[in-house]
Structures are given as C-alpha cells and as structure tokens.
C-alpha cells in the first residue's frame, strides 16, 4: 500500500489536466537504471487517454525526449536540456537561453580529463551539456571541483548534479521556467498542473506548479519542497500518482 503526505498544509490545486514528469529516477524503475518503467508508461498512457496532457521535462537532448515523446504516445510539448528548449508540432522548437554553456563544457572536459567523461548527447546538444563522472562513488566531490571551479569564470553557467551526470546549464534556464512558458502557451494555470521529479534538480520544476510531488526515494532537499510526497520508489511513485487522478481525487 502506498503512504501518501503532504506538506505545507494541503494542496491547493484545481482538478489536474496537466502533468510533467522528470525522466531519469522518476520514469525509470529506479534511480540506478536507465530502464523505463513499463508500469509507469501503462499509467501515463492511461491519463492521456482521458485527455490529460503529459510532458517529459529532462536534461536529455532534444532528440531523445522528442523520440521517447513519440514512441510512448505522450500528448505534451517536449521539454529538453534543462529547460533550454521546448518543442512540439504546436509550438513548434523554442529555445529560450541567451547564452550556450558549450565554453564551459569544452573547458571542464579538457581540465578534469579522467575524471569526468563525456556523454554522447553532448553532440546533438545546443546549450545544456552533461558529463559522466568516471568514478561514480566519488560523483559528490568531482561535482564540487567542477563547480567551484566553473561558476566563478563562467558566471552565465549554473552547475548541477542529477546523481546521473553533472550538468552545465544556462544560469537564466531551469525546468521550472520552461514548464511556466509551457502552461502559458496552452492556456493553463499553475494550479491545473502537477510535476514530479526525484532529484533536487527538479526544485524549480515542482515548484512551477500547483501540485508538486517527490517520489519516495528523492533527494530530502526536493522532499522538502514538495506539496506531495508519495512513498512509492521512481516509476512505482508515477503510477500511484496516476491512480490518483483516475480516483479523482486530485
């Protein structure tokens, strides 16, 4: 059975017609795979065919999201590089940085040679890049060198770490930008809408909208930002939030 709590003394949301869900660790059946979850899928699918509208928000690349969007017959705009760019045959591709943190990419590459490697995403990407760290048991502390050493000479560029990669982002892009731009394209409020993620890179995504939800396993610093916590690991947390909706009761 699944324990659901909330924070911040309740949820304040209209019915939801709207959900965008992070991919790895939230989509996947754990946050050590990059396997989908097939059940989580099966629920998505479900909520489309009820006229819910369902969107990936991811660090990936535009193709991958774009593909996954495709291929899973998901019915919302593609939102790809951390929010850097948006598309859907509605809106068409929307790019919203100013600046590339590709500069930055090349230079962390070439100094921590060894310690983090390069993705091969990198190569179809326009300004969000990710680098593999070659030791995972020591991802906290590469991600530390690398951010104490990006942020001060490239002060356009944000550092993240997902637990998957660490991210070189566009400091004037998050998820939660591009989901704002998103519901106001389509016509919906904040309050009609529901994110989910597992990382605490997905702070700005959850707080984006009326119902923001941390699946079991996140990051404590996402939990704590969250209206919705649902004690269900990556995809299983997906289909409990599914259930949800189809019960009516958010």
């Given at each position: 059975m699944s324990f659901i709590f909330l924070n911040k003394g309740g949820v304040p949301v209209a019915r939801v017609r709207i959900i965008f869900t992070d991919l790895d660790g939230t989509l996947t059946e754990s946050r050590k795979t990059y396997r989908l979850s097939l059940e989580a899928v099966e629920a998505l699918r479900r909520l489309v065919a009820r006229g819910v509208m369902v969107s990936i928000v991811s660090s990936n690349a535009l193709p991958v999201v774009v593909g996954l969007h495709r291929y899973l017959g998901l019915n919302g705009p593609a939102i790809a590089e951390t929010g850097a760019l948006v598309y859907s045959e509605e809106l068409g591709l929307i790019e919203l940085p100013e600046r590339s943190a590709r500069e930055a990419y090349v230079d962390?590459?070439?100094?921590?040679?060894?310690?983090?490697?390069?993705?091969?995403?990198?190569?179809?990407?326009?300004?969000?890049?990710?680098?593999?760290?070659?030791?995972?048991?020591?991802?906290?502390?590469?991600?530390?060198?690398?951010?104490?050493?990006?942020?001060?000479?490239?002060?356009?560029?944000?550092?993240?770490?997902?637990?998957?990669?660490?991210?070189?982002?566009?400091?004037?892009?998050?998820?939660?930008?591009?989901?704002?731009?998103?519901?106001?394209?389509?016509?919906?409020?904040?309050?009609?809408?529901?994110?989910?993620?597992?990382?605490?890179?997905?702070?700005?995504?959850?707080?984006a909208v009326g119902l923001g939800v941390a699946t079991g396993d996140a990051d404590e610093e996402l939990k704590s930002k969250a209206r919705l916590v649902i004690n269900e690991p990556a995809g299983r947390a997906i289909v409990r939030l599914a259930e949800l909706v189809e019960e009516g009761k958010i």
């Open positions: 962390v590459l070439s100094r921590f040679k060894g310690l983090v490697l390069d993705s091969w995403q990198n190569r179809f990407k326009l300004y969000d890049y990710a680098l593999r760290v070659g030791d995972a048991s020591s991802g906290g502390e590469v991600y530390k060198l690398v951010k104490e050493y990006v942020e001060p000479r490239y002060p356009w560029v944000r550092v993240g770490y997902s637990k998957y990669a660490i991210h070189l982002t566009p400091r004037d892009v998050d998820k939660g930008r591009a989901v704002r731009l998103v519901l106001g394209r389509l016509g919906f409020s904040p309050e009609e809408a529901a994110a989910v993620g597992d990382s605490e890179m997905d702070g700005d995504l959850i707080q």
